[in-house]
């Protein structure tokens, strides 16, 4: 699966985004899709994740209650809705896809390229 990310852009603090993920390929409901992102100066740190069918979702601390992740399998699009955002949300976003891993999946076998959010005024 090819998968590439876009949305990404310059906001104000307390502003929000919506990053997509269009996957190209292979059957895209077969894979748990998750959001990674990547700061300047630190190593890539995982956002949130989604089941198949969108029937689970995790999130990491950081994430809670503010992004959402979602999915439309019909448009083989995944979704990372970021609201309230700060300073330190500035980062590289990356979509990744896994095939058959347990839930929460532990790794992940295709990435995106990644779209840049830069929160700032």
């Known amino acids: 699966v090819q998968l590439q990310a876009s949305g990404g852009g310059l906001v104000e603090p307390g502003g929000s985004l919506s990053l997509s993920c269009a996957a190209s390929?292979?059957?895209?409901?077969?894979?748990?899709m998750g959001w990674f992102r990547q700061a300047p100066g630190k190593e890539r740190e995982f956002v949130a994740a989604i089941s198949t069918l969108g029937s689970y979702t995790y999130y990491a601390e950081s994430a809670k209650g503010r992004f959402t992740i979602s999915r439309d399998n019909a448009k083989k699009t995944v979704y990372l809705q970021v609201n309230s955002l700060k300073p330190e949300d500035t980062a590289v976003y990356y979509c990744?896809?896994?095939?058959?891993?347990?839930?929460?999946?532990?790794?992940?076998?295709?990435w995106g390229q990644g779209t840049l959010v830069t929160v700032s005024s």
């Open positions: 390929g292979r059957t895209f409901r077969v894979y748990d």
């Open positions: 990744a896809a896994v095939a058959g891993d347990s839930w929460p999946p532990m790794r992940y076998d295709y």
